[in-house]
């Protein structure tokens, strides 16, 4: 095999990555990195970083990849480079109490801070409430803090699906540009490599059969 | 738009006055130090209100941590021993966890959830704790003589407390007091970090900073700017709380004071 | 994955306190007790670093020579006005892209690219710390040197404080006799001072200490896992999809584990500081020294 | 409280510091306007006698009695404290103590330091107070050291400072521990004609020194201190003149000329 | 150095705290053996003396010598300073203080205060010092007292465990202020003897004191200091037999019986 690549993670967004009862890296990015990596002929090692300073790292060389569920955007693009996507743009959607009619535009809307969902909330006019973590924004939607959450739409699936009492609301929306890798710009062989990878599971549709699998969306 | 047009529209943004929306592209130093520093605001309102306040709390706390009676001695211990004994997320958590209950029970407790209410409770209570025991320890080293001749010329109670036991004790905590309060200010960051939700973006300093580190991805710029108010801030708080110390200090020989100074002295 | 008991194999089967132990010695599990060894080593090593680090800055602060003087002063002043967060969310890359420019010096001189490229900081692969073949377990001792010596910058600049603090509040008269006894400065400055700060110094120095307890959080920052970042983990809501062992939000009740093991450790050093104090106050004509003595009699 | 019982009164007392018994049993009392001198080697018990009188010290055994009024006691042996706050306060401001040493408040200023415990604890006049400690300032030779802090101040200056500190509280009895130790001959004469003027005033007084010329001169009793016991005691002529105890004979031995 | 200078000279010297002048020009010098005795009224800057002579002060003009090497200065008037430390603390190891506040090290036992800088100083053997130190401790009456902090003894005790510090540094000089203030009599000749036995050993010492009996027994040369300037001195039987100057009879007045 060849060189070591270091896949950095958040470890805290199910289901795209997550950290299993073993306590390992989980999901579907974690399956989907170690068959890219398989592909590409490198060795994997995975390492858990915060959300708030992963990108930071990533340029600075403490790991070499970023693979975290994260849209790409022109923001992001002017400091990193993505691979080609793995995802379809993925849609947003809103959770409310099941049975409340909340009208969106003038509600109290709950947002993980820094993140894409944070600054759609605030452009359209509702009243935004950031937390620090995904978690938190949802218990403010189960204690009435918040009226609605806001947040990307695979994540709050297993979360409606398992609590009877929170509903999706409103229409979804469509914030990003799908999901990528993210490597250093000045990293260019590998970012070829991995969107080699990609674009060969694209290909021979394993990439759909693991999109289906974990319930992230829709399908190439 | 030049750097007074941003300070109008952002300078109190902070307090939702001005531009409805944060800057999103094209970022400028300006716009970030204006921002950062707007949020300021709220780490000056909650240090100096939890400062002024837990300061009462604190010497109430540590003259009963010295008391003889246990009826004064143990709720002070015990409640020096929680707020300094755990960290201040998980006050905040719990505090947070807490007034919202309340306010499910009864409206009037709304402003609880609320950062400029809830959060500015829990730093008076932790600030408290933490100065209450610095103040311990300075009663503690009070020179016995001074007592005793307070003791013998009937002075008691509050009035042996007020002139001589408290100028005595401030003078000896003076030090590590200011560190404290440093350490307060420090501690204000963490209200939108892990303590209470922002609301509408209206952030302190660290959210600011944080929201630019996360649209530029550049740390190098908006943290050392956040550094650099806290600085300032900080110089404010050393020479205020420098001047208090001189005028503590007022009746040890000036020329005594100049003189005995040592030569850095690390290896023997 | 390999269970501790045998009865785990099934989980979803089990209730109660079977339930329980199988949940909490997953591997997950294993992790939050593992960072408490983490935090711990932490703070064993931090302590008396950032207390050397204090003690050089206050020593420096007294010093005669004003550089030396002025560089204490400044160390003190500085450090001390920086949030530590802010520290660990910039000083830290800023640091350890130091170490690696200066490796990077001189391991490569031949290298001919910039090390700066756009927003990219890229030094040789020789010179990368550590390098990008090394196992996880140097890339966590790396982050948890930095951190260490992080910790102990900024606490070292509190502890200068107190601690000059401490120098300035011991009699004059003390120091005095020792340099009519021909005491050169550096005899007063160990056999005299120095002795005498510490009951001075000590309720600063354990207001320091409970506050890097509870500084630690700041390690994930660094790619360090310690025990609040498994708390939160561990607590989040658990959807069945993810995990054998689905709960809701179970946060409150990590918290209160957590505040626990904080209480505890709070307790513990509180009794050795306080045996230290006393051994300290022992016979001194102080409030402390008096108290002893009456209780003693 | 009755018409003639002495103004301080100590009964079988007993005091150890840990194991170190100091006070073995001292009887002493002081009527109104009596001026009693402790006499006795160091470390004999003596500073620790007038601290035991004015209550900073916890005795174990025996009763002390300020005006025929006994000082309640609970507790046992080396738990033994005063009862009674209020008691051990009013008996307090009617006595004050120059100590050993000094003990002068560091914080504040020498007409603070001698202002301080007649406006805060007796409640007095401030601008009266101020010319009161003035006044007495003055009379131990410190007046233009008013506004300077203790830690300026020359030994003789700062026991002069605590002298008139205790002065000024006008108490009814008066407690000095060594008041002319850092005195010079003439100053100490200057001290002891204050003491005079005192007890010609009515003042009880309870002087510890080492100086026999000064006890000879101005006490109606001297009691002679030793081991934590009174060996011997009687009217000044008497005691110096004719000492009883071979004890006290040696002890003077070195002071008569 | 010649070999018949002074071991302690001081010539015109000036001090003044800040706006307060303390000492107006005075000229002192002692021999090898001889005793100074140094008297004068509360204030008139005994002390300030004595601590200029260690150089613990620092004076604004005139000379300090010791055997004949003046101290080296660097600055002016205020601002003078010695500028040699290495010739700082040889002066200082060869010259004891026995401050009027005795000025233990409170965190030390009295043993270790006393051992301590023979061995750290002088670097001596810590096991003889030790012995030296017991020796010292029990002439001066306080052998009981090895294992105690300053603060659990008496005024007495402590100033005796001062003398036995200084002591214990078998100086050349030494610098006695009032060194018996807090003693009784008895004690008092005790420190008068061991004084006489280090004048016969050859050892040079200048002692402040109150008690005029014991400036006459003790020394060679006493000097009458006022108001900062030395107003008479001379031969003890002299001065103290048939004073000159005004001042000096009034002072004497009040101690020669
Ligand atoms: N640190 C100081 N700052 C200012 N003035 C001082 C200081 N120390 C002493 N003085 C003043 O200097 C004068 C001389 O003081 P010094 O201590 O030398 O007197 P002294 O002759 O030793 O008197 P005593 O017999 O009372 O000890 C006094 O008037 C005193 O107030
Ligand atoms: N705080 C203390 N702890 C322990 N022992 C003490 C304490 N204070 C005094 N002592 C001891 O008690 C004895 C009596 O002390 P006290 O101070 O009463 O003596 P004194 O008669 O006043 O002597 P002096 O004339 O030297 O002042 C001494 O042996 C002393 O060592
Ligand atoms: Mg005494
Ligand atoms: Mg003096």
């Not at chain 1, 409103?170 to 250093?184: A, E, K, N, Q, S």
């Not at chain 3, 509040?169 to 005498?196: C, D, I, K, N, S």
Request: hydrophobic share 45%; proline share 4%.
């Amino acid at each position: 095999h060849g060189a070591t690549v270091r896949m950095g993670t958040e470890g805290a967004y199910p289901p795209y990555n997550f950290i299993n009862d073993a306590g390992e890296v989980d999901g579907f990015e974690r399956e989907l990195g170690d068959e890219l990596c398989a592909r590409a002929e490198l060795t994997c090692e995975w390492v858990t970083n915060d959300w708030d300073s992963i990108i930071p790292n990533l340029v600075s060389g403490n790991y070499d990849t970023i693979i975290a569920g994260m849209s790409i955007t022109d923001e992001r693009k002017q400091v990193i480079d993505f691979t080609e996507n793995y995802t379809q743009p993925d849609p947003s959607a809103f959770v409310a109490v099941a049975g409340n009619d909340v009208d969106l535009a003038g509600a109290v809307i709950a947002a993980q801070a820094a993140t894409i969902q944070a600054s759609y909330v605030a452009e359209m006019g509702a009243t935004l409430l950031e937390f620090a973590t995904p978690e938190e924004s949802i218990a403010a939607v189960r204690n009435g803090e918040a009226d609605a959450v806001l947040a990307d739409k695979a994540f709050l699936a297993p979360v409606v699906e398992a609590e009877a009492d929170l509903a999706f609301t409103g229409d979804d929306v469509l914030i990003g540009g799908g999901v990528g890798m993210g490597v250093r710009q000045s990293d260019t062989e590998l970012r070829d490599k991995f969107t080699a990878a990609i674009q060969s599971m694209k290909a021979d549709g394993s990439l759909n059969a693991m999109i289906a699998k974990w319930e992230i969306g829709e399908q190439f | 738009m030049t750097c007074w047009d941003i300070l109008s529209d952002y300078g109190l943004r902070s307090l939702g006055f001005g531009e409805r929306l944060l800057p999103r592209d094209n970022f400028t130093i300006c716009q970030q130090v204006v921002l950062i520093g707007s949020g300021m605001i709220w780490n000056i309102y909650f240090g100096l209100l939890a400062l002024v306040s837990g300061f009462f709390l604190a010497v109430a706390t540590a003259v009963g941590k010295s008391h003889h009676n246990p009826m004064f001695r143990k709720p002070a211990e015990w409640f020096i021993f929680v707020f300094r004994g755990s960290p201040l997320f998980i006050q905040f958590f719990f505090a947070y966890f807490t007034f919202q209950s309340l306010k499910g029970a009864y409206p009037i407790f709304t402003p609880l959830t609320s950062a400029w209410l809830g959060a500015l409770i829990v730093l008076f209570l932790n600030t408290a704790a933490y100065s209450a025991e610095i103040f311990y320890g300075a009663l503690m080293s009070i020179p016995k003589g001074d007592i005793e001749a307070a003791d013998a010329y009937g002075m008691s109670g509050w009035k042996r407390f007020r002139r001589i036991t408290f100028p005595t004790m401030l003078r000896l905590a003076w030090p590590a007091y200011t560190n404290e309060a440093i350490f307060l200010f420090h501690a204000t960051t963490l209200v939108f970090m892990s303590g209470f939700p922002a609301r509408s973006q209206m952030g302190d300093a660290l959210y600011y900073a944080s929201y630019f580190a996360d649209k530029t991805f550049n740390p190098f710029i908006p943290y050392p700017i956040l550094a650099g108010f806290f600085i300032l801030l900080t110089l404010t708080v050393i020479g205020t709380f420098g001047l208090i110390n001189k005028q503590l200090n007022r009746h040890l020989p000036q020329t005594n004071r100049a003189k005995i100074r040592l030569r850095l002295n690390l290896i023997r | 994955m390999a269970a501790i008991f045998s009865f785990c194999s099934d989980p979803a089967s089990l209730e109660g306190i079977e339930w329980l132990s199988c949940y909490l010695t997953t591997g997950k599990h294993l992790g939050i007790y593992w960072s408490i060894g983490t935090v711990l080593l932490l703070l064993a090593i931090t302590a008396p670093v950032a207390l050397f680090f204090g003690f050089a800055g206050a020593s420096a602060a007294r010093s005669r020579i004003l550089p030396i003087a002025w560089f204490g002063k400044g160390y003190t002043a500085i450090v001390r006005g920086v949030p530590d967060i802010a520290f660990f969310l910039f000083f830290v890359i800023a640091l350890d892209q130091f170490f690696e420019w200066i490796r990077h010096e001189v391991k490569c001189p031949d290298w001919d690219m910039p090390i700066r490229q756009g927003n990219d900081f890229v030094v040789c692969p020789e010179a990368k710390l550590p390098l990008g073949t090394a196992p996880q377990w140097v890339h966590e001792t790396y982050g948890f040197s930095l951190a260490v010596l992080t910790f102990a910058i900024v606490f070292g600049a509190f502890a200068a404080n107190v601690l000059s603090g401490a120098m300035r509040a011991v009699p004059h008269a003390q120091l005095e006799t020792a340099e009519a006894y021909g005491m050169t400065q550096r005899q007063t400055f160990w056999r005299v001072l120095v002795p005498q700060m510490w009951v001075y110094a000590l309720p600063g120095l354990s207001n320091l200490w409970m506050v890097l307890i509870k500084a630690t959080p700041l390690l994930f920052l660094l790619g360090v896992e310690d025990i609040v970042y498994w708390a939160r983990e561990l607590g989040a809501t658990k959807t069945a999809k993810f995990t054998d062992y689905p709960h809701g939000d179970w946060r409150m009740w990590y918290f209160l584990a957590l505040l626990v093991f904080y209480l505890g450790f709070t307790k513990v050093s509180e009794v050795v500081l306080d045996k230290i104090m006393s051994r300290l106050t022992r016979g001194q004509a102080t409030a402390a020294g008096e108290a002893q003595r009456k209780a003693a009699a | 409280m009755t018409l003639n019982s002495p103004v301080i009164e100590i009964r079988n007392l007993h005091k150890a510091y840990g194991a170190l018994e100091v006070l073995k049993g001292v009887d002493i009392s002081a009527e109104a306007g009596q001026v009693i001198s402790l006499i006795g080697s160091s470390g004999s018990g003596k500073s620790t006698l007038l601290r035991c009188a004015n209550l900073l010290e916890d005795s174990q055994k025996g009763d002390i009695l300020f005006k025929g009024e006994p000082v309640a006691w609970k507790g046992e042996g080396l738990q033994r404290r005063p009862a009674d706050r209020k008691q051990l306060l009013r008996i307090r401001t009617n006595l004050s103590m120059v100590f050993q040493q000094f003990n002068l408040w560091a914080h504040m200023t020498v007409l603070q330091n001698v202002m301080e415990a007649p406006v805060t604890v007796l409640g007095r006049d401030k601008a009266e107070v101020e010319e009161k400690a003035r006044m007495y300032l003055d009379k131990v030779g410190i007046g233009d050291k008013c506004d300077v802090y203790p830690a300026q101040m020359s030994g003789g200056q700062q026991q002069r400072a605590a002298i008139a500190r205790a002065l000024c509280m006008e108490p009814e009895a008066l407690l000095f521990d060594e008041p002319t130790s850092a005195l010079d001959p003439e100053l100490e004469q200057e001290v002891v004609k204050v003491i005079r003027g005192l007890a010609e005033e009515g003042r009880t007084m309870m002087i510890v020194t080492h100086d026999m010329r000064m006890a000879r001169d101005i006490s109606d009793h001297v009691v002679f201190l030793h081991q934590g016991l009174i060996e011997e005691e009687g009217a000044p002529d008497a005691l110096f003149g004719a000492p009883k105890s071979e004890r006290l004979q040696q002890f003077l031995s070195h002071s008569l000329h």
